[in-house]
C-alpha cells in the first residue's frame, strides 16, 4: 500500500547532517506522528531530544533508535538521544524540562511543537481542567507549547549564530483550524468572537461538538502563533511555520468509538507520513521554504490557512495574553 501513498504524498527526505552536532527536541514523541518526525530527524544526524510526559514510552522509543545503522560510520559516532520528561498539561513540569534542557544543551536547532490532545477529558481526569486550571486541551496544545518556545528562544538563536543559518520551530497543527468558529453565530473575525475567554477553560463541556470546536480553536493558534513568531524575529535568527500532517492513522483518535475509529481506516494514512512535512520545514533549504517563513503547509506545499492569520494584531494578542496567563499563575 506504501506505494499508493508515496504517490499521493511527497516523501522528501532530510539532507544528511555528519556531524552530529545539530539539536532537534519534538514534543509528544513518544507515538503517532512526533514518534515518526524524531525518528526522521534522528536518521538524519541530528542528535534527538525525546520531551514525552511517559518515561517508560521514550525508553521504548530510545531503544528501538537506537538499533538504526548509520552505515558509514564508526559504530560508536551516533547521534545522542536524550529523553526529557515534560508533561505540557503541568508548567512544574514544563518548567523542570526546560532547566534540564539547559543543562545539558546551548543550542537547539530545531523545535518540533508537535504533542496536542483531541479531548482533555480522561478517567484520570474527569473534568477536563489542568493543575494550573485551564482547559487540558488549550494548555497542552497551545500555553504550554507558547511557554516551551519562550524559553527555549534563547538556544534558538544561540544556534543561528553557531550555524550562521535560521533556528527553526515548527508547529503541527491541522487542517481543521480553517474550521475554527464560534458554536453559538459562527463569526470568526477576531479571538473573542471566538470566545477565547470561554475555551481557555473549555466552558463548553465534554461533548464531541465541544471537543470539535475546542480543538479547530487551538489548532487556530498554533499556526497564528508560528505567524507571530515569524514577524518578531528576522529570517537570519529564526524561521517558524506551521502545518498539517495529513489524515494520519495514530493514537489520537484513542477516545472515539469503536465505529468512528473503523471509519477512520479507510481514511488515514500511516503516522510516517505525518513527519514528512514537519521534517521539510525543519531542514529544507528549498528557496519556496527559506522565503516563507510564518507560512502554514499542507503536504510539503504551502496551504490556504484562516483569515485571522493576517491580522497582525489578533496574532499579537495571542502573545500578550498567553504571556499574562502565565505570568499571573
Ligand atoms: N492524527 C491526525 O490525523 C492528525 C491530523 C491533524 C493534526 N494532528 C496533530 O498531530 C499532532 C500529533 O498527533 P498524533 O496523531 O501523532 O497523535 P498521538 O499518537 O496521540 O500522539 C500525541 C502525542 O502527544 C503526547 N501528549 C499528549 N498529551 C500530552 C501532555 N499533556 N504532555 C506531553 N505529551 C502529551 C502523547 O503522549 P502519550 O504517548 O503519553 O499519550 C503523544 O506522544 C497533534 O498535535 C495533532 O493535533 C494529527
Same mark, same amino acid.
Given at each position: 500500500m506504501n506505494w499508493f501513498y508515496n504517490l499521493i504524498r511527497k516523501t522528501p527526505t532530510p539532507p544528511f547532517d555528519p556531524s552530529f552536532t545539530k539539536v532537534c527536541l519534538v514534543t509528544g514523541s513518544s507515538s503517532g506522528i512526533g514518534l515518526e518526525t524524531a525518528k526522521l530527524m534522528y536518521s538524519s544526524g541530528f542528535n534527538i531530544v525525546l520531551a514525552c510526559r511517559n518515561v517508560?514510552?521514550?525508553?521504548?522509543?530510545?531503544?528501538?533508535?537506537?538499533?538504526?545503522?548509520?552505515?558509514?560510520?564508526?559504530?560508536?559516532?551516533?547521534?545522542?538521544? !536524550?529523553?526529557?520528561?515534560?508533561? /505540557? %498539561?503541568? @508548567?512544574?513540569?514544563?518548567?523542570?524540562?526546560?532547566?534540564?534542557?539547559? $543543562?545539558?544543551?546551548?543550542?537547539?536547532?530545531?523545535?518540533?511543537?508537535?504533542?496536542?490532545?483531541?479531548?482533555?477529558?480522561?478517567?484520570?481526569?474527569?473534568?477536563?481542567?489542568?493543575?494550573?486550571?485551564?482547559?487540558? !486541551?488549550?494548555?497542552?496544545?497551545? /500555553? %504550554?507549547? @507558547?511557554?516551551?518556545?519562550?524559553?527555549?528562544?534563547?538556544?534558538?538563536? $544561540?544556534s543561528s549564530k553557531i550555524t550562521n543559518k535560521p533556528g527553526r520551530i515548527i508547529n503541527v497543527s491541522s487542517g481543521l483550524h480553517l474550521y475554527a468558529m464560534n458554536q453559538i453565530n459562527k463569526k470568526s473575525d477576531s479571538l473573542s468572537d471566538l470566545e477565547w475567554e470561554k475555551r481557555m477553560v473549555n466552558e463548553h463541556g465534554d461533548n464531541f461538538n465541544s471537543q470539535l470546536y475546542q480543538y479547530m480553536y487551538v489548532k487556530l493558534l498554533n499556526v497564528m502563533f508560528a505567524k507571530h513568531l515569524s514577524r518578531m524575529y528576522t529570517d537570519k535568527e529564526i524561521l517558524s511555520f506551521s502545518c498539517h500532517p495529513g489524515p494520519i492513522s495514530s493514537d489520537f483518535y484513542r477516545d472515539w468509538s469503536s465505529l468512528l475509529k473503523f471509519s477512520l481506516n479507510f481514511m488515514t494514512i500511516p503516522s510516517v507520513y505525518g513527519a514528512f512535512t514537519s521534517c521539510y520545514l525543519a531542514t529544507s533549504e528549498d528557496p519556496i521554504i527559506l522565503s516563507n517563513n510564518g507560512n502554514y503547509f499542507d503536504n510539503c506545499s504551502i496551504a490556504k490557512y484562516h483569515k485571522l492569520v493576517d491580522d497582525v494584531e489578533q496574532c499579537k494578542l495571542i502573545w500578550e495574553k498567553s504571556e499574562k496567563q502565565l505570568n499571573d499563575l
Open positions: 517508560k514510552k521514550a525508553e521504548a522509543v530510545k531503544n528501538d533508535f537506537e538499533k538504526i545503522e548509520f552505515p558509514s560510520r564508526n559504530s560508536a559516532m551516533k547521534p545522542q538521544i !536524550t529523553i526529557l520528561e515534560m508533561d /505540557l %498539561a503541568d @508548567f512544574d513540569s514544563v518548567s523542570n524540562a526546560c532547566k534540564e534542557f539547559g $543543562n545539558a544543551f546551548d543550542r537547539l536547532d530545531v523545535l518540533v511543537n508537535n504533542a496536542g490532545t483531541w479531548n482533555g477529558f480522561s478517567k484520570d481526569n474527569l473534568i477536563g481542567i489542568t493543575k494550573q486550571g485551564f482547559s487540558v !486541551t488549550y494548555q497542552t496544545s497551545h /500555553l %504550554a507549547h @507558547f511557554y516551551l518556545t519562550r524559553e527555549l528562544l534563547p538556544f534558538i538563536i $544561540n
